[in-house]
């Protein structure tokens, strides 16, 4: 085995970080931030009765989804599982068809016949939004197989968490993947939990971004809760794809505030873990102290966007509730024969 792929790697946080200015910076807060609100939104339209079936929220994560979306370019394709919400909203989607989608009315981006877990958005290149666990893997390394095909140099964000890495799906793409030298970002989203447990129990070994090794897939861990620092590994990986070196992981350590999804009370870990990320770890709180302190924004600032999103959520929340429900006759569009 190539000693050089399991030596463990990760991507220190930079004292300066390079190739964000202030004013990108501030546009991550910006957009970590109407992801967070748009899925406490989301939360309350669910829990008044509005939304139905299932619904994975992504509030802590936001800097992942944010931080690899300033590394990528335009037609870069991203596709995850059933958490799709901020993901979408990462690249570039209205809110008010997501939102649409959620309550399943005719303006949502699947026509309201999606809902939470089937979320697409192809004109943005967001593929989704997958219910089967770990089938987004296999899709996400056929587009990266499409992109080369047609001899273009866009790559594949395939998005999955800690759960889905344990999938024999999973493992069959990283072979023909590295097999074929394929522009394949695999990004593994390590919230610590695969729905109630943890993932000291549930996987033997816990360091994920191994786990492309036995295939000579490089792996990088990166601190997750940190926009800057996923940025910064998420460029060095798209160098990676793009010169043609094949794929690689990155295994983001994060965390997800509420439950696995909105059925699931969270019984599993103790209050006092929870608050400790919300305190000391929350991507958002952070990147604003630590641009406060660098005079690189004001509170000022900081409050503009605040409104600015509240505004944003509560315009695209109205306009979902104002959709109207799909006719009977689209039971029937859209739908495969044989």
């Known amino acids: 085995m190539n000693q050089a792929v399991m030596k463990k790697k990760t991507i220190a946080p930079s004292a300066t970080p390079?190739?964000?200015?202030?004013t990108e910076l501030l546009k991550c807060f910006r957009e970590m931030l109407l992801i967070r609100r748009f899925e406490e939104k989301?939360?309350?339209l669910y829990g008044m009765g509005l939304i139905g079936g299932f619904c994975h929220l992504y509030i802590g994560q936001e800097a992942v989804a944010i931080g690899m979306q300033h590394a990528i370019g335009k037609g870069d394709s991203v596709i995850t599982s059933y958490r799709d919400h901020g993901l979408m909203l990462a690249q570039g989607s209205d809110p008010k068809i997501i939102f649409a989608e959620l309550l399943g009315r005719i303006d949502g981006c699947s026509k309201g016949k999606g809902g939470s877990m089937h979320m697409f958005d192809t004109a943005n290149h967001f593929y989704g939004g997958h219910g089967i666990v770990g089938a987004q893997v296999s899709l996400g390394t056929g587009l990266a197989f499409a992109n080369q095909y047609r001899g273009t140099d866009r790559v594949s964000l395939t998005y999955f968490g800690d759960g889905s890495a344990n999938q024999g799906q999973v493992y069959e793409s990283f072979n023909m993947a590295k097999l074929w030298k394929l522009p394949c970002i695999y990004i593994i989203e390590n919230n610590e939990y695969a729905m109630g447990t943890s993932v000291k129990r549930s996987s033997s070994t816990t360091e994920l971004y191994q786990r492309g090794a036995s295939f000579g897939i490089p792996g990088v861990q990166v601190n997750g809760m940190s926009v800057t620092d996923v940025y910064e590994a998420g460029v060095k990986a798209v160098e990676?794809?793009?010169?043609?070196?094949?794929?690689?992981?990155?295994?983001?350590?994060?965390?997800?505030?509420?439950?696995?999804?909105?059925?699931?009370?969270a019984k599993y870990r103790t209050k006092e873990e929870v608050q400790d990320y919300k305190e000391n770890r929350d991507p958002i709180e952070k990147l604003k102290a630590r641009m406060i302190a660098d005079k690189q924004a004001k509170e000022a600032d900081f409050e503009k966007i605040e409104k600015e999103i509240k505004d944003i959520v509560n315009e695209a929340a109205e306009f979902s509730k104002n959709s109207p429900e799909p006719d009977a006759s689209e039971l029937w569009t859209d739908v495969y024969n044989v």
Not at 18 to 22: E, I
């Open 240 to 265: 990676h794809c793009r010169s043609g070196k094949g794929p690689i992981i990155l295994e983001m350590k994060t965390y997800r505030y509420r439950g696995h999804s909105m059925s699931d009370p």
């Open 18 to 22: 390079q190739g964000l200015s202030a």
């Open 42 to 44: 989301a939360g309350q």
